[in-house]
């Protein structure tokens, strides 16, 4: 089952975003859920994830900035983007964490310009 990220687009450096994933219940439940992106010629890097039980992590360059949140009754994972920077431009996929590499969708363009 791929994740489907949603909720990117442009925003002036600055501003905010929130991403949403929604992803089944079994996968919810069971799983710490994470966010990844990946800029252009850059490897995909981790975001932010939050375990089963609430407990969050956040990479160094977004740490401060972002927020990532789950909503147990819709199944659903968001990351609250805040002050963005023209380096947070990528592509923003959810997953498991660890990912499973199935679960890779198509991910969500976010872009801010400066």
């Known amino acids: 089952v791929q994740l489907q990220a949603s909720g990117g687009g442009p925003v002036q450096a600055g501003g905010s975003l929130r991403l949403s994933c929604a992803a089944t219940?079994?996968?919810?439940?069971?799983?710490?859920m994470g966010w990844y992106r990946q800029a252009p010629g850059n490897k995909r890097e981790f975001v932010a994830g939050?375990?089963?039980?609430?407990?969050?992590d956040y990479g160094d360059p977004v740490k401060g900035r972002f927020t990532i949140s789950r909503d147990k009754a819709n199944n659903t994972v968001y990351l609250e983007m805040n002050t963005l920077r023209p380096d947070d431009t990528a592509v923003y996929y959810c997953?498991?964490?660890?990912?499973?590499?199935?679960?890779w969708g198509q991910g969500t363009q976010v872009t801010v310009s400066s």
């Open positions: 939050i375990s089963t039980n609430g407990l969050t």
């Open positions: 219940g079994i996968i919810f439940r069971r799983d710490n």
């Open positions: 997953n498991t964490v660890p990912p499973q590499p199935s679960q």
